[in-house]
Every structure is written in C-alpha cells, then in structure tokens.
T-cell receptor, first 111, second 117 residues
C-alpha cells in the first residue's frame, strides 16, 4: 500500500463547478498536510497547509482533514480554466523532516 | 517571499559525464531537498540535508551524491550520468525544526530538465 494515495485522474470539471480532490494516507501519526498545484512543465507551488481536523478556507480553496479516517481533501469552488493542473497531496509524519508526496491528480476545467 | 533558484532550467549532457546541479535558497532555511520527477512515478526524494555538511539518503540515492558546504547552497552530483537519469530535477527547502515556530512547508525551485544522451 502506498503511503499517500491519490486518484491520478484525469478529473474533468465544468467551469464554475466545484472540483473535489481526495487524498488518503497510511501513517496514523501523520501531522501536517499540504496541497501543491503543479502546472505542466513547472514546479509545485503550495496552495494550502492544514494541521487540525476540520476545514480550512482560503479564497476559493478549502482543505478538509479527517485524521480518524486518514484522508485529506481539497475543494475548489467556482472552478476556472486556470485551475487546470496536477494537484499533489503531501504528508509529514511526526518527527520527520521530509514530506511524502502522492502521485498527483490531474484536473481539467472545461470552459 | 521564499526564493529557491536552480542553476539551469535545461541541461544536455553525454553519458558518463559528471553533472553538477546547483540550488540556492535565500530564506536561511535549515532543510534542503533534491527530487526527481518522472511521468507516472511522481516526485521521488533523492537526498536531503538538514544542516551544513549533513545529508541523508532519500528513496533513490543510487547514482547520485550531494554536497552542502554552505547553508544556502545544496548541490546534486551525478558522478557518471546515464540515460536513465534523464528527468526533471527539483530542489526544495523548508525552515526546519530548530527554527522557532518553524514548520515544514517545502518551497520548490523552478526545476532543471536534464537530458542525458
């Protein structure tokens, strides 16, 4: 079982709709969770980090964390074509210096 | 703003050449990382460093070495480049535990696309 799993997609969403990206992780002592966006040919850029159970909102983005179920999700409201990218989920376990990345979900927003 | 820079965006080398990839960060971060990214394989950690002259192997260290002589600079070395090392190489840095209030968000450089012929 992979440590961090994401559906590779592609996930296709119409413009203006809500895009929902999911990530599950296997290590129960994971404590920090990150979503990165990566455009084709570019490097990953941080969108959000979340450390506590519940929701965290930043503009059109909402991260949701459920440690009991070991999943973290990213919702993108009012999806725009510029949101088309690969979204990487990353997890850090307690005491570790490094992140474990999922394979990424490719998201396409259709005008 | 955190800035992580990499010495080259594109690089073409011959099999057997020694290759140096340089990464510099300007935020006084403790930790620095080297990844490679290949289609279908995601981001894979090669090496990381949590202090000057300190290094730890990641998931795929074979065929690579690293050097961190100064806090802001982390070099990846391909001792004898091979075609299977053709990839996108990404450097990242993070604040590190010893920074008060520091957390482990990693910030990435623009990447170096290496082609080994």
């Amino acid at each position: 079982q992979k440590e961090v799993e994401q559906n590779s997609g592609p996930l296709s969403v119409p413009e203006g709709a809500i895009a929902s990206l999911n990530c599950t992780y296997s290590d129960r002592v994971s404590q920090s969770f990150f979503w990165y966006r990566q455009y084709s040919g570019k490097s990953p850029e941080l969108i959000m980090s979340i450390y506590s159970n519940g929701d965290k909102e930043d503009g059109r983005f909402t991260a949701q964390l459920n440690k009991a179920s070991q999943y973290v999700s990213l919702l993108i409201r009012d999806s725009q074509p510029s949101d088309s990218a690969t979204y990487l989920c990353a997890v850090k376990t307690q005491g570790a210096q490094k992140l474990v990345f999922g394979q990424g979900t490719r998201l396409t927003i259709n005008p | 703003d955190v800035k992580v820079t990499q010495s080259s965006r594109y690089l073409v080398k011959r099999t057997g050449e020694k290759v140096f990839l340089e990464c510099v960060q300007d935020m006084d971060h403790e930790n620095m990382f080297w990844y490679r990214q290949d289609p279908g394989l995601g981001l894979r950690l090669i090496y990381f460093s949590y202090d000057v002259k300190m290094k730890e192997k990641g998931d795929i260290p074979e065929g690579y070495s690293v050097s961190r002589e100064k806090k802001e600079r982390f070099s990846l070395i391909l001792e004898s480049a091979s075609t299977n090392q053709t990839s996108m190489y990404l450097c990242a840095s993070s604040p590190g535990f010893r920074r008060e209030g520091g957390e482990e968000t990693q910030y990435f450089g623009p990447g170096t696309r290496l082609l080994v012929l």
